[in-house]
C-alpha cells in the first residue's frame, strides 16, 4: 500500500500552481498533476498573456492608423499577423520561467504529467499509478463552451486554444459571443486589419458590467468598424467554396474564420468525481462551501472549475483561502465584497464590488456619483475621453463603482481598496491626488458626491457669517 501524500493538487493552472509553490516551500508532501505538457494553465498559454499581448500590438496599429490627429504624419500601420503571433510567443515564453516544472520540482513539490481521475475518495490515478492523499485540491479550470448551433460542429473554428496560433490575418473574422473574450479579440482582430462581426444572442454587450457603460463602449467598437449584431440567433453555420457561412433568419454572412467566445465549461469530466463521492452539478462546476470545501470536506476546489468569478486573480485569491483552511488549518471564509474586473477593450470597462443593479437588487439604500472623463485634463491630452466613473455610495463609503475609460483597469484599485477596507469617501475626495493623472477621476467623483453640501445656501450663510465676525 503506498503512502498518502500530504497534499494531492490537480491542475497546473494559477489556482493549482499558487497552492503547490506554497505548500512545497512550507515543507509538506506535495504532488502536482497537470495533463498538458506545459504547466501555466490557460492564462499563460491560451488566455491572459496571449490575448493582453495581441491587444498591445493591436493598439500600435490603431495608433499609427490613427497619429493625424495627434498631429504626427505616420503612413502604414498594417500588420504582419505572423510577427504579432511571434512576439505574443515570446511573451508566454518569457513569463514561462516562473511556471517551469524543475522550479516547483525545486520546492519539493512531485510535479506529474498526465491525466488524473479519482478512483476512491482518497486516490486519484495517473498514467496507471495511483497517488493516494490526505487532501487534495481540484483546480481543473474551464474549456471553451461549444453551443448548439446547427452546422458548427461541421465548419472549422477557433477558440482561444486555437486563435493564438494563426499565421495569416483573415480578411472577414465571425465572433459569436459579446463577452469579455470576444471583445476584446474581436476589437483587437479589427484593428489588425480584419473586417470583423460579433453576434451575440443577448440584448447587450458585457451583461454583468453597467448597462449604460458598456452600451458607450458599444458605440466606441461601433465606431471604430467592428459591427457588433444584438439579439442575433446563429439557425444554421456551412462551408461553401472554403468560406464559413453564416445563416441568421433570411439574412445570411460569409467569412474566412470563425471564432467561437461564447462562454466556458469547468474541466470536471475527466475527474470521475462520483468515485470521490463529490457532488457536482449537470453545469458541471463543482459546488464548494464558503471554506472552498467540496462536499468531501478534505478536497477542497478553486478556480474557473468551481466559479463564481472566473478570473485568474480570482484563481489566486481561492487558493490563498484553500492555503489557510487546507495547509495552515486555520479556518478562513471566501469574501467576494470586492472583485475587480477588467474588460481589457480600449476604453477598458472595470467593475468592483457592487453594480447599481445588484444593490438595487440588494435593497441596499445607496447614491451614484459620476464623473466624465472628457472632464478630466489628463484624459483630454491623452486624447481618451471616452467613458465615465460611477461611485455607488452608501452611509457616506463606496459599495461598488464601475468605470469605463483609459487604463480603467489600474484605476480601478485605488477603488477595490476603498470597497475592501471601507475607507470613507471623504478619505478619497481629500487625497492629494498627482496633476495631471487620470486617476484624478477618482478623487473628483467623490468630490462631486460632496460639492452639494459644500456650496449649499447653509454653507454660504455659515461663511458669510464667519467672515464677518471673525477679523
Ligand atoms: C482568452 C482568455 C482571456 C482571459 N483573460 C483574462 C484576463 O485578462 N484576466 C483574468 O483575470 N482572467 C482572464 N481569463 C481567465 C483566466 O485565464 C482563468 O480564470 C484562469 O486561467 C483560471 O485559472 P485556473 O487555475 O482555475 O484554471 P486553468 O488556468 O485553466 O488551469 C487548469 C489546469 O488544469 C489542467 N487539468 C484539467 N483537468 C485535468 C485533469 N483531469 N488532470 C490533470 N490536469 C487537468 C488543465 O490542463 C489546466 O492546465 C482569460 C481567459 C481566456 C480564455
Ligand atoms: N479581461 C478578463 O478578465 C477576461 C477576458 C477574457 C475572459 N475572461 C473570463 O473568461 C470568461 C468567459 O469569457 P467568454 O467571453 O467566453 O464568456 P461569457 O460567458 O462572459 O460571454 C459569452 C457571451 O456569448 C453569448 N453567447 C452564448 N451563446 C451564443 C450563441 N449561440 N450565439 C451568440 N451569442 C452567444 C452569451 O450571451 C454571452 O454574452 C469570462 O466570464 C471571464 O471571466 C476574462
Not at 504532488?31 to 505538457?37: D, N
Request: overall charge neutral.
Amino acid at each position: 500500500m503506498s503512502k498518502a501524500h500530504d497534499l494531492v493538487i490537480i491542475g497546473g493552472g494559477v489556482g493549482g500552481l499558487v497552492t503547490a509553490s506554497v505548500a512545497g516551500q512550507l515543507g509538506l508532501d506535495v504532488v502536482l498533476i497537470e495533463r498538458e505538457p506545459v504547466l501555466g494553465g490557460d492564462c499563460l498559454n491560451v488566455g491572459c498573456i496571449p490575448s493582453k499581448t495581441l491587444i498591445r500590438s493591436a493598439k500600435v496599429a490603431h495608433t499609427v492608423k490613427n497619429s493625424a490627429a495627434f498631429g504626427v504624419v505616420a503612413t502604414g500601420g498594417d500588420a504582419d499577423l505572423g510577427q504579432v503571433i511571434a512576439r505574443v510567443q515570446s511573451v508566454i515564453e518569457t513569463i514561462r520561467v516562473h511556471d517551469d516544472p524543475e522550479r516547483f520540482r525545486g520546492y519539493g513539490v512531485d510535479v506529474r504529467f498526465g491525466e488524473a481521475a479519482f478512483i476512491d475518495a482518497h486516490t486519484v490515478e495517473v498514467n496507471g499509478d495511483q497517488i493516494k492523499g490526505r487532501r487534495f485540491v481540484i483546480a481543473t479550470g474551464s474549456r471553451p463552451a461549444v453551443p448548439p448551433i446547427s452546422g458548427l460542429n461541421e465548419v472549422p473554428f477557433y477558440t482561444n486554444e486555437s486563435i493564438f496560433e494563426l499565421k495569416t490575418l483573415p480578411k472577414r473574422l465571425a465572433v459569436i459571443g459579446a463577452g469579455p473574450i470576444g471583445l476584446e479579440l474581436a476589437q483587437a482582430f479589427s484593428r489588425l486589419g480584419a473586417q470583423v462581426t460579433v453576434f451575440e444572442a443577448g440584448a447587450r454587450i458585457l451583461p454583468k458590467d453597467d448597462p449604460a457603460l458598456s452600451q458607450m463602449l458599444l458605440e466606441v467598437l461601433r465606431q471604430e468598424g467592428v459591427d457588433v449584431q444584438l439579439e442575433a440567433t446563429i439557425d444554421q453555420i456551412a462551408q461553401q467554396a472554403g468560406n464559413i457561412v453564416l445563416h441568421l433568419g433570411q439574412a445570411s454572412i460569409e467569412v474566412d474564420a470563425l471564432l467561437v467566445a461564447a462562454g466556458r465549461r469547468a474541466n470536471t469530466e475527466a475527474l470521475a468525481l462520483e468515485n470521490a463521492g463529490i457532488t457536482c452539478p449537470a453545469s458541471g462546476t463543482i459546488q464548494v462551501d464558503q471554506r472552498l470545501r467540496t462536499t468531501q470536506r478534505h478536497i477542497f476546489a478553486c478556480g474557473d472549475c468551481v466559479g463564481p468569478y472566473p478570473f485568474t486573480h480570482m484563481a489566486e485569491y481561492q487558493a490563498g483561502v484553500i492555503i489557510s483552511n487546507a495547509i495552515f488549518r486555520m479556518p478562513k471564509k471566501v469574501d467576494y465584497r470586492a472583485v475587480p474586473w477588467v474588460t481589457y477593450t480600449d476604453p477598458e470597462l472595470a467593475q468592483v464590488g457592487y453594480t447599481a443593479e445588484a444593490a438595487a437588487a440588494a435593497g441596499i439604500n445607496f447614491q451614484t456619483v459620476q464623473f466624465p472623463f472628457a472632464e478630466v485634463d489628463r484624459a483630454l491630452a491623452d486624447g481618451a475621453t471616452a467613458g465615465e466613473l460611477k461611485l455607488h455610495v452608501a452611509k457616506g463609503r463606496i459599495i461598488g463603482a464601475s468605470l469605463l475609460g483609459p487604463h480603467a483597469g489600474e484605476l480601478i484599485h485605488e477603488i477595490a481598496l476603498a470597497v475592501s477596507e471601507r475607507i470613507p469617501l471623504r478619505k478619497i475626495a481629500s487625497l492629494v491626488h498627482a496633476y495631471p493623472t487620470l486617476a484624478q477621476i477618482t478623487k473628483r467623483a467623490a468630490g462631486s458626491y460632496f460639492s452639494p453640501a459644500l456650496f449649499s445656501p447653509k454653507t454660504r450663510l455659515f461663511v458669510k457669517w464667519i467672515n464677518r465676525l471673525l477679523p
